[in-house]
């Protein structure tokens, strides 16, 4: 089964931009669309990005995703402190599985 | 609006067999390119998916869990029905299920959770 990695941690100070990455496989992100998720403390996650790089209706478009081969990056720009939370990559592999990250818990300093 | 909600037994015994119900509405299981999963997270660790059952009835499961696991839906009722054999002390979690949309070269995603059941599999 593929696994995601994402690093344990990001910060930034109120206002910086901050990066997550999100490293697979050329049979998960390499060949399907990754979507973000943001989870809130104590809360269930609320998708953030899908299909690499798309909002939902809603998503502040200070949240913005890409994709390069076989890894994913989210970006947060103008950090704000509403924005501490974990967040998880996703993607399909080509085995039928759904794959989330490890998380990566941002900080707001 | 689309809602769901879990339901089911906040303690099961090592061994018993976990029923989860999720109760949804806003949308019909039955439209093209919907479907409904199961997502998993103990406490503070990550997301793992569980199964997805698809609006004609076609489901996926877990590889690691599939012997384990059986997902049915009722359309009539708007309830969809995660089943998980021999529990143990590792299945403590909050489960989700959770609204899933399949467009193809739309995208396919989870866009809307339940608020989640904790589950503590303990003696």
């Known amino acids: 089964q593929s696994v995601l990695t994402q690093p344990p941690s990001a910060s930034g100070t109120p206002g910086q931009r901050v990066t997550i990455s999100c490293s697979g496989s050329s049979s998960s992100i390499g060949n399907n669309f990754v979507n973000w998720y943001q989870q809130l403390p104590g809360t269930a996650p609320k998708l953030l990005i899908y299909k690499n790089n798309q909002r939902p209706s809603g998503v502040p478009d200070r949240f913005s995703g890409s994709k390069s081969g076989t890894s994913a990056s989210l970006a947060i720009s103008g950090l704000r402190s509403e924005d501490e939370a974990d967040y998880f990559c996703a993607s399909w592999d080509d085995s039928l599985s759904y794959v989330f990250g490890t998380g990566t818990k941002v900080t707001v300093l | 609006q689309i809602t769901l909600k879990e339901s089911g037994p906040t303690l099961v015994k090592p061994t018993q067999t976990l029923t989860l119900t999720c109760t949804f509405s806003g949308f019909s299981l039955s439209t093209t390119g919907v479907g409904v999963g199961w997502i998993r997270q103990p406490p503070g660790k990550a997301l793992e998916w569980l199964a997805l059952?698809?609006?004609?009835?076609?489901?996926v499961y877990s590889p690691s869990l599939k012997n384990r696991l059986t997902i049915t839906k009722d359309t009539s009722k708007n309830q969809v029905v995660l089943t998980m054999t021999n529990m143990d002390p590792v299945g403590t979690a909050t489960y989700y299920c959770?609204?899933?949309?399949?467009?193809?070269?739309?995208?396919?995603?989870?866009?809307?959770w339940g608020q989640g059941i904790l589950v503590a599999v303990s003696s």
């Open positions: 959770a609204h899933y949309i399949d467009m193809a070269r739309g995208g396919y995603y989870f866009d809307f």
């Open positions: 059952i698809y609006w004609d009835d076609n489901k």
